[in-house]
């Protein structure tokens, strides 16, 4: 029965892949400026993009390239940080990741937007149907979407520019 109902269902709506997760930025997670630590940002990031992408499929799926993480102002700690992803472009085993980050200043309420990024995934099981299709339903969810074929045509390029390079790479011991 599953089989044949995720068979039938080929288009979904962006907003049914949405997850949203905030977080109070903690001593714990800060670096030496007092900010939340880039590298902890990338995780929650690739955490909430998981979830996005398995809601959508409902396939198991791997992180396959984080492609452009902008930080674009710092999340001081104390503040909180909200991350908002949807699945904003679909191939037949990939699907593409937006993520949203906003700060909130916790004692004034000043919200802002402190990253985005695209990650994309992949289906890792041979047998798991192709990924539906996307509907998108407000204004900034078709802007966000309108960009997928380039992004993924630029992917593809840039892929291959990595074999390239990633040939030439020494795995050679560096030492003795």
């Given at each position: 029965?599953?089989?044949?109902?995720?068979?039938?269902?080929?288009?979904?709506?962006?907003?049914?892949?949405?997850?949203?997760?905030?977080?109070?930025?903690?001593?714990?997670?800060?670096?030496?400026?007092?900010?939340?630590?880039?590298?902890?940002?990338?995780?929650?990031?690739?955490?909430?993009?998981?979830?996005?992408?398995?809601?959508?499929?409902?396939?198991?799926?791997?992180?396959?390239?984080?492609?452009?993480?902008?930080?674009?102002?710092?999340?001081?700690?104390?503040?909180?940080?909200?991350?908002?992803?949807?699945?904003?472009?679909?191939?037949k085993r990939?699907?593409?990741?937006?993520?949203?980050?906003?700060?909130?200043?916790?004692?004034?309420?000043?919200?802002?937007?402190?990253?985005?990024?695209?990650?994309?995934?992949?289906?890792?099981?041979?047998?798991?149907?192709?990924?539906?299709q996307l509907?998108?339903?407000?204004?900034?969810?078709?802007?966000?979407?309108?960009?997928?074929?380039?992004?993924?045509?630029k992917r593809?390029?840039?892929?291959?520019?990595?074999?390239?390079?990633?040939?030439?790479?020494?795995?050679?011991?560096?030492?003795?």
């Amino acid at each position: 029965m599953e089989i044949w109902r995720r068979k039938i269902m080929t288009i979904k709506k962006v907003s049914d892949s949405r997850v949203v997760q905030t977080h109070l930025i903690m001593p714990s997670d800060g670096n030496r400026h007092n900010t939340l630590y880039g590298g902890n940002l990338m995780r929650m990031i690739d955490n909430v993009s998981a979830i996005s992408f398995t809601r959508h499929t409902r396939s198991l799926g791997v992180t396959a390239s984080m492609d452009v993480l902008n930080f674009i102002k710092p999340l001081p700690v104390s503040n909180s940080v909200c991350i908002e992803t949807i699945v904003s472009g679909v191939g037949k085993r990939s699907a593409e990741i937006f993520a949203k980050v906003i700060g909130e200043d916790l004692a004034t309420g000043e919200r802002y937007l402190a990253a985005t990024a695209f990650l994309t995934f992949v289906v890792v099981d041979e047998n798991a149907p192709d990924i539906p299709q996307l509907e998108a339903e407000t204004e900034e969810e078709r802007y966000i979407m309108k960009g997928y074929a380039e992004r993924r045509k630029k992917r593809s390029e840039d892929r291959l520019a990595d074999r390239e390079f990633q040939e030439n790479i020494s795995i050679e011991f560096p030492w003795g």
